[in-house]
């Protein structure tokens, strides 16, 4: 393992009953590099993030964070020690204004999470008009934003992004590339799970494809897209 | 809006008059029906606190209430004063809760429910032959009398129960605006999202839980210095959890303001339909419905709604106006 590796995957299993959801997956991310993460419907990539942020405990393999071993710590721990993510599908507060839904990340994130200002994320990810909207009040698009912004407001040193671009319009992928280079301005750590190829093409510094489950590519943007057995994952 | 001082100048005045009742010669059956009042108001609020605000539907607050009482009772019979009591059967209701969060917690929604609801049972069974000290009562059960409460009058334990609905709903409003306050309601509306935000969902939850059994208890106890009989059927009785359910759901569950009205209509409906017996639990159970499919937000839900609350507010309002012109 490296010395300046944030996050590093060591032979990671999941299996759901006889589902083999993610197998023996190895890979490290480096400091301040943002990791795309590529694979068809179903191929593992929210589960692995999910263990990761300690929703789901692997069925073997380690994870390490920092230099840290934290597999099977639990969800609000992996927050404190600086592990912030997104759901694929938004989870807010529902009953909570956007603005208190990321209080919730501000108060309970830990001591890192006290510097963060909330004018800032929230202008950040284009939610300033509607932060006193009840969260259950919100369109889709905005309760994606949501997501990012209550990632952030933990304060994290490692971010996993699963699907934020996902239902965007052509015209809204400007502004989350945006956000997303703002993000790495800040110095942080990025998985991104992403559909959207161009967000994957101008975003990220290094693609990794499962499939199945496993890897089955690795390299710079322009790489994988050649690759045959991605090729052959997508469009087979 | 903005909440006018007043308001809290309103509520210290209703608590004030409430205390005098006692001195100045209000009817003997008017101060039960109050206490029965405060009790109820008392174990709703934390079971709103659970159910409402925490989102745990706790099905045994009849075992805080049971263990409470027999706290009380048992500790008479050893010379344990009864004030003292009051506090040790909060305290066993809250242990009881410790012991039991940690299995109890492992399950969720439903599950939780049923995991709590069979509990009391048990401890009914339990008490049913368990008897460390004192004489059986009236040969029945495993009953006891509490000893040592013969100086208490109405007005005393009038003055406890109204303590006791005062402290409760003072404690919810203090933790609503606290940070616990907030960590609660994000477990509430997502415990996943809760976690990954950094909450401690046990621990938070545990925090919610021993308060309400505490409080609960101590509602309990209360209740068996006034009527200074227990038995495991009564202690452990289902309408401990009943009295709660229905006023909070009737009043308006996660609304501050539900179990306060609530209680109100639980206990006067209890006074009207004081002489139809079993019938009084069939026309609450009825009610109960009825608020439920037209008022999925109780009765509080519904005066939010149409803007009840808007008029006394602006008076109050407009009374703090001249107040801070002539004070000018
Ligand atoms: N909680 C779960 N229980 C059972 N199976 C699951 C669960 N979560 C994911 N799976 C299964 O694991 C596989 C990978 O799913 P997922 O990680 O969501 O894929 P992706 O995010 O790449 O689309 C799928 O076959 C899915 O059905
Ligand atoms: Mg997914």
Redesign the pocket.
């Known amino acids: 393992m490296s010395e300046t590796a944030v996050l590093s995957i060591d032979r990671l299993n999941k299996h ?2 006889g ?1 083999v ?1 993610v197998k023996d997956l190895s890979f490290e991310v480096q400091a301040g590099e943002i990791l795309g993460l590529m ?1 068809p ?8 993030l999910n263990m990761i942020a300690g929703t789901y405990s692997p069925s073997s393999g380690r994870v390490n964070f920092c230099g840290r071993d934290i597999t099977g710590l639990p969800a609000h721990k992996l927050c404190h020690l600086g592990i912030a993510r997104t759901y ?1 599908i938004p989870q807010p507060f529902t009953s909570l204004s956007a603005r208190q839904n990321i209080l919730v990340a501000t108060k309970y994130g830990g001591k890192k999470a006290a510097g963060m200002e909330h004018d800032k994320i929230f202008d950040l990810v284009n939610l300033s008009e509607q932060k006193d909207m009840l969260a259950r009040d919100l369109a889709t698009v905005s309760l994606k934003r949501l997501e990012l912004a209550r990632a952030l407001a933990s304060n994290p040193t490692l971010l996993l992004l699963d699907e934020v671009a996902a239902g965007s319009t052509d015209a809204e992928l400007p502004r989350i590339l945006g956000i997303i280079e703002e993000i790495r301005k800040m110095g942080k750590t990025v998985v991104l ?1 992403e559909h959207v190829m161009k967000v994957m093409v101008e975003a990220v510094d290094r693609i990794i494809v499962i499939d199945k ?1 496993e890897k089955i590519a690795e390299g710079t943007p322009g790489e994988v897209m050649k690759d045959e057995k991605v090729i052959a994952a997508y469009f087979g | 809006m903005k909440i006018p001082r007043l308001t809290t100048l309103a509520s210290l005045a209703v608590l004030v008059v409430l205390a005098l009742f006692p001195v100045i010669g209000i009817p003997l059956s008017w101060l039960n029906y109050l206490f029965t009042f405060f009790i109820c108001l008392a174990l709703a609020n934390m079971w709103n606190l659970l159910a409402g605000y925490t989102g745990l539907i706790c099905l045994c607050p009849h075992a805080f209430v049971g263990l409470a009482g027999y706290t009380l009772a048992i500790g008479s019979w050893v010379g344990v004063p009864f004030q003292a009591g009051l506090i040790a059967g909060a305290a066993v209701a809250a242990l009881f809760a410790l012991l039991i969060s940690f299995p109890v917690f492992r399950m969720r929604g439903i599950y939780f429910a049923i995991g709590t609801l069979i509990l009391p049972e048990a401890l009914k069974a339990w008490f049913n032959y368990w008897r460390p000290v004192g004489n059986v009562y009236q040969g029945m059960g495993a009953g006891y009398s509490v000893t040592g409460v013969e100086g208490v009058t109405l007005g005393d334990t009038f003055w406890l129960g109204l303590a006791i609905a005062a402290a409760s709903i003072f404690l919810v409003h203090i933790i609503l605006r606290a940070r616990l306050g907030l960590g609660l309601t994000a477990i509430r509306d997502n415990e996943n999202t809760a976690a990954s935000a950094g909450v401690n969902v046990f621990r938070l939850k545990l925090y919610s839980f021993l308060i309400a059994a505490f409080i609960m208890g101590i509602a309990g106890a209360a209740y068996y210095i006034y009527s200074p009989r227990i038995n495991p059927v009564g202690g452990f009785n289902i309408s401990w959890l009943l009295l709660p359910l229905m006023a909070t759901v009737i009043g308006g569950e996660g609304l501050e303001e539900g179990p306060i009205i609530g209680a109100a209509i639980v206990t006067f409906l209890r006074f009207l339909l004081a002489d139809y017996g079993a019938w009084s639990l069939f026309i609450q159970g009825i009610i109960l419905l009825v608020v439920v499919v037209v008022m999925p937000q109780g009765i509080a839900g519904l005066l939010r709604q149409v803007g009840a609350y808007r008029f006394p507010l602006r008076l109050f309002q407009a009374v703090e106006g001249r107040i801070h012109e002539n004070v000018k």
């Open positions: 759901f009953g589902i959801a694979g419907n179903g191929a593992g990539k929210t589960t692995l694929q799970v489950g």
